[in-house]
């Protein structure tokens, strides 16, 4: 059986018109269903049978029909993929926000800056966690004086210069 499918035309519609799109799939399985909702169907339709082992009195379409056990998959996968294809607003998810200071970076003493001190290129370096000044700041404090002590491995932070 020849599988010809029109994706790119779904993009296109997608694209010039303001409605969902979707699939009518008259292929075996349920693989290409799962691709039309990767590549953003909303509406899928495919031949329903209560048994594919079942004689067909319904000619060539009882052969591509899927069961109650498909179904299941097609709306298992398609959730899946839909979490995995997210949205088109970035932002963190609740379990990045919660990590968000530990894995960025922020200007940070490499040495102990005493009070008094002008601050040069190799008292500080950009390392983890976030909680001091952040990176793209790292000229506008070279040169600053410290106000307060700052010990080695403590972050930057405005109030301290």
């Known amino acids: 059986m020849e599988i010809k499918l029109h994706f790119t035309e779904n993009q296109t519609l997608k694209k010039e018109f303001d409605y969902p799109v979707g699939i009518s799939d ?33 000619g060539e379409n009882h ?8 179904l299941k998959e097609i709306v298992k ?5 839909s979490k995995a294809l997210g949205s088109e607003t970035k932002e963190p998810t609740e ?7 530990l894995i960025r ?5 490499t040495a102990d800056i005493p009070t008094g001190s002008k601050i040069t290129e190799d008292m500080v370096d950009i390392l983890r966690p976030a909680t001091g000044i952040e990176p793209e700041k790292i000229d506008e ?8 002590d ?9 109030g301290k210069i």
């Not at 052969?63 to 109650?68: K, P, Q, T």
């Not at 379990?95 to 200071?101: D, I």
């Not at 700052?150 to 405005?158: A, M, N, Q, S």
């Open 63 to 70: 052969d591509m029909s899927i069961d109650a056990g498909d």
């Open 77 to 81: 996968h398609s959730k899946t993929i």
């Open 141 to 148: 404090v070279i040169g600053k004086v410290a106000k307060k």
């Open 150 to 158: 700052i010990k080695r491995f403590e972050p930057v932070t405005w």
């Open 26 to 58: 008259h292929t075996k399985g349920i693989t290409v269903c799962l691709a039309a909702v990767a590549l953003g169907a909303k509406v899928v339709e495919k031949h329903f049978t209560y048994d594919k082992t079942a004689p067909s009195r319904f």
């Open 95 to 101: 379990s990045e926000k919660a990590t968000l200071n």
């Open 105 to 109: 970076r922020s200007i940070i003493a």
